[in-house]
């Protein structure tokens, strides 16, 4: 790099959490959208996937952009080595919602952050408990639309953050971007 030049930086997700994570710690940067597919395959741990994912994205924005420092990341729900994802419908909703209710899970952010030179990926695990959910509960909570798109069927940093009774790690990989881990890395770029 060239002293005084500030390389671009370019995050590879349409996650507005995302963005709104990586303004708070003040980097100039843009979004790029590509179109990685979130597919688990078989025999992949849930850490192999997470990590798959995050490094696919980020490399498939460095393909677009091949001079920038591109960040992917990805969040994923664990539970019983299990990996929850979006859910297709309220049933499949109700039914992640309940394998989370009263009890722990896992949930796993990795970032990668790439350039032509280098590649650094750092997965980072949040223990997360939830209180005991009534049906009621979940479908209220169904029918306020923010499950729709969420890994596990909830946001923390939305309504669902009131079944939370506690964490043990990142808030804010929880929400989809570990603030301190992420900064670390793109500090090794720039």
Known sequence: MQSGTQPKI????????????????GYQFSIIRTDVEEQRQRDESPLEYVTRLSQDKAL????????AIVIGSDTIVVCDQTVLEKPQDYEHSKQ???????????VMTAVTVVS??????????????FKP????????YWQSGEPCDKAGSYAIQ???GRFVTRIEGSYHAVVGLPLFETD?????FI
Not at 12 to 21: I, N, Q
Not at 96 to 106: A, D, I, V, W
């Open 158 to 160: 939305g309504i669902g």
């Open 96 to 106: 992640m919602l309940m394998q989370l209710s009263g009890r722990s899970h896992q």
């Open 133 to 140: 959910l009534s049906e009621q509960e979940i479908k209220l």
């Open 10 to 25: 370019l995050l590879a997700s349409g996650s507005p959490r995302r963005k709104e994570l990586l303004e708070q710690l």
């Open 116 to 129: 032509k030179e280098q590649q650094e990926t750092v997965v980072v695990t949040t223990d997360v408990w």
């Open 184 to 188: 670390c890395l793109l500090n090794k």
């Open 60 to 67: 498939a924005g460095l393909h677009i952009e091949n001079n």
